[in-house]
């Protein structure tokens, strides 16, 4: 059961590794676009944004030159820029195409164009320009939102142009059924609306207020030069929109690098320093908590298993001391042996009659300390220093 607890405490670190890895990258990521990419996007840079949000997003493949790029002059109520950019995110094993859709306004009035703008500022969830994409035979809508507030805004990827089972190029891409995602493809995109949704006179949070600004037509004879937009109805429409896939089948121009869009990696690397730091923060902790499950207890036992020895050896050290000051105040004389002549016995009566002189002690079997209480006892002097040999022969002589 053991290992079986190791081995999870090990998955689980890991698992909180990882996380902390891509959160730490993700905070890093969208600081350098808050702090470098978003400000060109705000003073209406275009060519200066579009190389910092791609590597933001860690895209270091593009056209820097949009497939298709609208610009409004509507400068009484909407005036903006809309663009598709080309990108391709290499992996280990393959490469994935995608289109980027960037949309940039200039001169919207959002105070006269919602219903009601106080309520907006409360919540700016309650408006946001979609993007809506109409696929050829496709019933669903494929859509995304801007934020109105551009300092949250970026380019929105909602297709991708891949190869389908029948060896055909087609779009792929996502759309919504029963509230759920759902894969279709297509091969052609036949409308781009851009959209106003206003929810802030809506009561239950439904059924928004909808103000077309701008529909992209497909149009297979267009060749998706620089549209300058005209209005119709009130609403701004393309006049050069192509939406077939063989519009955007750009592979060859991948191998021209002028072609290529660049990107600022070693700026970004300067914000990225800070995922080291956040995993060196969680490796310490891992190596705090780790120590606390699995070794503060085991040490902490190993150290009193050492004390508890200490204290044994200390309490053995004692009684040896007491032993000894015990030999030294009480000293042991040997009992003179019963002794047996011509197999009589002498019995107590007749033992006071022995000599005292013919009483047998052994000196050699005694110790130093007991020859000096001996001697002591004796009332002898200079006997401290002596050796045993020398004490026994004092002792002798003075019996």
Excluded at 109 to 137: C, Q, R
Excluded at 266 to 288: C, M, P
Aim: aromatic content about 10%.
């Amino acid at each position: 059961m053991k290992w079986i607890g190791r081995i999870f405490y090990i998955a689980l670190v890991l698992i909180i590794g990882f996380f902390v890895l891509r959160i730490s990258q993700i905070n890093a990521q969208v600081k350098y676009y808050n702090e470098k990419a978003a400000p060109y996007l705000l003073e209406d840079k275009r060519e200066d944004y579009i190389p910092r949000y791609m590597t933001a997003n860690l895209i270091e493949t593009y056209l820097k030159d949009p497939v298709y790029l609208a610009q409004s002059k509507d400068e009484n109520e909407f005036e903006f820029e809309f663009a598709i950019y080309h990108l391709k995110i290499i992996g280990e094993k393959q490469e994935a195409t995608y289109l980027s859709f960037y949309f940039n306004e200039i001169t919207f009035d959002y105070e006269s164009l919602l219903d009601d703008y106080n309520k907006y500022e409360e919540n700016n969830n309650l408006a946001a320009i979609s993007i809506e994409v109409k696929m050829k035979d496709v019933e669903e809508l494929s859509t995304e939102y801007y934020p109105l507030d551009p300092s949250f805004r970026m380019p929105v990827v909602l297709l991708q142009l891949v190869t389908n089972d029948n060896n055909e190029s087609v779009f792929s891409f996502q759309v919504a059924i029963d509230g759920k995602a759902a894969p279709k493809e297509s091969t052609e995109i036949e409308k781009i609306s851009l959209v106003l949704s206003d929810l802030t006179a809506s009561e239950d949070g439904e059924n928004p207020t909808r103000t077309i600004i701008a529909e992209f037509t497909s149009d297979e004879n267009n060749d998706n030069d620089v549209d300058q937009l005209t209005t119709v109805d009130n609403v701004i429409v393309s006049s050069k929109f192509n939406g077939m896939i063989e519009s955007y089948q750009l592979d060859e121009l991948y191998e021209d690098e002028s072609n290529l869009g660049e990107t600022y990696r070693s700026d970004l690397n300067v914000y990225l320093k800070g995922v080291t730091k956040s995993l060196v923060i969680y490796g310490l902790v891992v190596v705090g908590l780790t120590f606390l499950i699995f070794f503060l207890k085991p040490l902490l036992n190993h150290i009193e298993d050492k004390r508890a020895i200490r204290r044994k050896e200390e309490r053995e050290a004692e009684k040896e001391l007491e032993a000894l000051e015990k030999r030294q105040t009480e000293p042991v004389i040997e009992e003179a042996e019963l002794v047996e002549d011509d197999n009589e016995v002498i019995d107590d009566n007749n033992y006071n009659e022995i000599n005292e002189e013919e009483q047998i002690i052994d000196y050699n079997a005694m110790t130093v300390v007991e020859l000096k209480a001996l001697a002591k006892e004796m009332e002898l002097t200079n006997y401290s220093t002596l050796k045993k040999a020398d004490l026994i022969e004092l002792i002798k002589q003075n019996k």
